[in-house]
Each structure stands twice: as structure tokens, then as C-alpha cells.
């Protein structure tokens, strides 16, 4: 079975520069020489930015699975499509948490520049942060962010007293160390960053998942989360609320915000896990997130004034 056209023009594109881009997460596991989860898990988590021998032994993998790794070759196919395609034409992507969904996700499906390209991270990008919570963090412009951290030795991580969030990506002791300084810094660089982004002129996108029932109470938090949002930056915005447990909420008039309602497959599906995003119902569930994502970017929700939702059944 012959590559793909459109593999075989970004092989004809690559540079030294993508020959030489390091994978995102240092520490992280090697990859495995057979398809399985775990070479999709490495190929869409871990190892963003192909190099060439990254194509060619992604296509053998590929094209001669078997019907047992079908799954596997038609998730991995379809994020790799995605991510040529739209590889250095990024979107303005912003994370407001409330976990790790839209970074990845955005950076998976190639819509949002990669770490090892120069992206720059945010403090909601790679953690856990109550969605009641936001509206405060961000309308103090995040005083006393890092304040109040202890860490849980049943968790491995450090959490905030103050306002519930969990620093899982910051596992081990060593993130404790000396009154936590190692993540404080870490943290300080990432909200400096998150406010150049907001006041670079540049039209963006922001978005936030809340994973609990979206009813009009979280709803509320929703909002307040990016009219706090709004006080800290210049840039011409919009929002995207993802919704993955169903959405019970009254219309608004705020302008610029969508709801896309993206059910989960399934009450117990993990979208972190390879074990449950390469499926079929894991596959229809990103590319809902996607389709959501590229129409916020696109202004394709913010023609009509107020709330659309949008429903991804």
C-alpha cells in the first residue's frame, strides 16, 4: 500500500531542523518497535515533531496491521494525517484547564505548535484545577498561585491548600524540596508566559473542559472564568467550553462563547488512556474536540451574539 500523498510531501519538507527536534517529555519511555498502544500512546503523547525515519516506520506499522491492531492503525492514521496537515499553520490555542484535555488534544491533532517546536507552557496547561476555583486565580492575576502547597505523599504530587489544584505533573519529592522552590519556578515562568499570550495582539482562542455535568451553576463559573480572563489580556478572544458529561444550562448574552456538548463514550472512559482513546468511540470523541476547536478558531461560533451550543451526538 503506497504512503499517503500527503506524507510523502512532508517528507519532502523536512529540514534539519525537524531531523533534530527532541521528544517533548524527557524521561519518558522509549518506543516500542511493534504497533500496539503503546507505540500509538508514544506516537500522540510523547514523540510530537516526526522526523523522517518517524513517518516511514509509522506508514510500515500501518499498512500491514492486522485486523486485531485495526484500531490501533486507524487512530494513529487519522491523528497523523491531522497533525501533517496542519503542520506550521498552529492555531492560537490557550488552555484554561480545568486538566490536561485541551493542550494535549491540540497538540496531538497538530492544531496547536508542540513544546519541542518552541510552545511555550501555561499554568493550566499539564495540571488539575477546580473549575470553581478559576474565576479567583485569575481575577488576583494569580497572587499567591503557588502559596499554601503541600505535598501528598498518597498522590506523589504537591496540591494546593488554597484552592484545590493538583501539580500532577510535577511527581516526587523533589518538587517539595526547599519549600517547593523547583515548583514555584516552574510556575512563575508558566504565568508569566500565559500573560505575554494573552497581550501579543494576536486573535485567540481560549479553552476550558469542564469533565462534571455542565449545569447552570458550573456554568456560572465558566463565565465568570473568562470575564476574569478578559481583565488580563488585550488580545481579540474567544471561548470554547468543552463539555464531556452533558450540558443542562440557560442561554446567555455573553458574546464569544461557545458550548460544544462532546459525550464521552462511555461513563467510565478515560481520555488520558490509550486503553480507551484508541477505539472507535475514542476516535469519534477526539475529533468532535477538534472539529470543535477548529470552528472556535475559525469564528464559526461567534457570527450570532451570546452562547451557541453545539452538539456533538
Known sequence: MPM??????????????????????DGWPERVDYLCGEYVYFYCTVKIVLSRSDVIDIWEKISSANQDMRAHADFLTKVIDSRISNFGKWKKIVSLGTDCLPRTIATRWGLKRPRALGELSHPFDLNISPVGALPG????????????????????????????????HEHGKRWAENDFAETKFRYAKRIRSFLDALNDGQPTTLV???????DQPHFDYVLKTFEAVRSLGSNEMSFLCLATNGVSVASSDVPNVTIADV????????????????????LKFETEIVSAMESAVSGMFSEAHGVRETSHQ
Request: net charge negative; proline share 5%.
Open 208 to 214: 476550558l473542559h469542564v469533565s462534571s455535568h455542565l
Open 263 to 282: 459525550v464521552r463514550p462511555s461513563p467510565d472512559y478515560d481520555w488520558s488512556q490509550h486503553q480507551h482513546y484508541i477505539s472507535s468511540g475514542g
Open 4 to 25: 499517503p500523498h500527503l506524507w510523502l510531501k512532508y517528507l519532502d519538507n523536512i529540514d534539519s531542523t525537524l531531523e533534530k527536534a527532541d521528544r517533548d517529555h
Open 137 to 168: 486565580i485569575l481575577s488576583s492575576g494569580f497572587a499567591g498561585y503557588t502559596d499554601n502547597l503541600v505535598y501528598r505523599s498518597d498522590l506523589g504530587f504537591p496540591v494546593s491548600d488554597t484552592h484545590g489544584s493538583w501539580f500532577n
